[in-house]
């Protein structure tokens, strides 16, 4: 048994410091059929003539836990495993045992999985996420072109499906919302059909986008064209966010595009602004608000919370 460990340890680089935590993860059945689709594709009637023994579910198991990549044609399904970092995600977010761990190992796991993301900010030449305004918020909507439009991502997108927001899940360190996080496309069909996440409408996912400028998230999208995620970030647990304020890694979150501006007469130095501000971009001399536009990401959560209606964004 332990040689089967060993040998998905080596085949999956897994990092020193998880290798006894496996187990903990994956079934010895699991590893053994992992192990050898790790290099390879193959077809379920040669993956049942390996291990005839086998029961079939646990094939099916697998692909549902996100831990197989399914190909179909139209004689054969083929399979082959999923990368460790994915693997991992895909325990920590979906799979309840993750919560039943000790707070010790989830740490373990936590680091890890913050490792992930921050080797991608470190590798990427621009932003690997961009922040998109909350579209109350915008003084001229004529300005407001689809690369920052959240509601124009849903709305063409052909298949949305709603997840948890693996930070949070992560984390744990705010009670902020969780299952706000929206997959597009052909990204938001692996979580569907998975039965990991929730398939909607464009209409259910403005909803979504509803709620999480209420409880202060700031929208946000993976940084192409035609994105795959659009999340609602927290600034305590979301690693993008953490990674620019206290890694100072400028390529992990893109700015909108936009800029908030204050009307001084109807402003009351309330302070509400300041505090809904989590890029630290507000702050009130004498009379007056003050935006620091050098840190100022356009998210528009000062905006959309000032009771006064003072601040917009342009």
């Known amino acids: 048994m332990n040689d089967i460990f060993s040998m998905f340890t080596e085949k999956f680089k897994v990092p020193e410091r998880l290798k006894n935590k496996v187990h903990k993860i994956l079934s010895k059945k699991e590893i053994i059929v992992l192990n050898y689709l790790a290099d390879k594709e193959e ?10 023994l086998l029961e079939s579910s646990l094939i099916e198991s697998l692909y549902k836990k996100g831990y197989l990549i399914r190909q179909s044609t139209e004689s054969e399904t083929f399979y082959k495993s999923n990368t460790f970092d994915q693997i991992l995600k ?4 979906d799979n309840p045992k993750y919560q039943e761990l ?4 989830k740490s373990l796991f936590q680091e890890f999985i913050s490792e992930i993301f921050l080797k ?8 690997v996420y961009r922040v998109v305004p909350i579209e109350k918020t915008l003084q001229d909507k004529r300005q407001l072109i689809p690369y ?3 509601a124009h991502f849903l709305q063409k997108s052909p298949a949305i499906a709603l997840i948890d927001c693996i930070c949070r899940i992560t ?5 902020k919302p969780r299952k706000v996080c929206l997959v597009l496309g052909d990204q938001a069909e692996f979580f569907i059909d998975r039965g990991i996440g ?10 979504v986008l509803d709620i999480a400028e209420k409880t202060g998230l700031i ?7 035609d994105p795959d995620f659009l999340c609602n970030c927290c600034e305590c647990c979301c690693v993008f966010v953490q990674a620019l304020k206290k890694r100072g890694i400028f390529t992990s979150l893109g700015k909108s595009g936009f800029i908030a501006v204050s009307d001084q007469e109807l402003c009351d130095q309330c302070g509400i602004c300041v505090d809904k501000c989590i890029f630290e971009a507000i702050s009130i001399e004498g009379e007056s608000i003050k935006f620091d536009e050098n840190r100022c990401f356009g998210c528009g959560l000062c905006a959309y919370n000032c009771p006064q209606k003072a601040i917009r964004l342009i």
Do not use: T, W, Y
């Open 198 to 207: 929730e398939k909607i409408d464009s209409r259910r996912g403005l909803e």
């Open 219 to 225: 929208h946000s999208i993976d940084n192409k064209e």
């Open 148 to 150: 920052h439009q959240a």
């Open 171 to 175: 984390f744990n360190k705010c009670d």
């Open 102 to 105: 000790h707070h010790k190992e």
């Open 90 to 93: 895909r325990f920590v977010n």
């Open 43 to 52: 077809s379920i009637s040669n993956i049942s003539s390996e291990f005839p």
């Open 120 to 127: 991608e900010m470190k590798a990427s030449k621009k932003p």
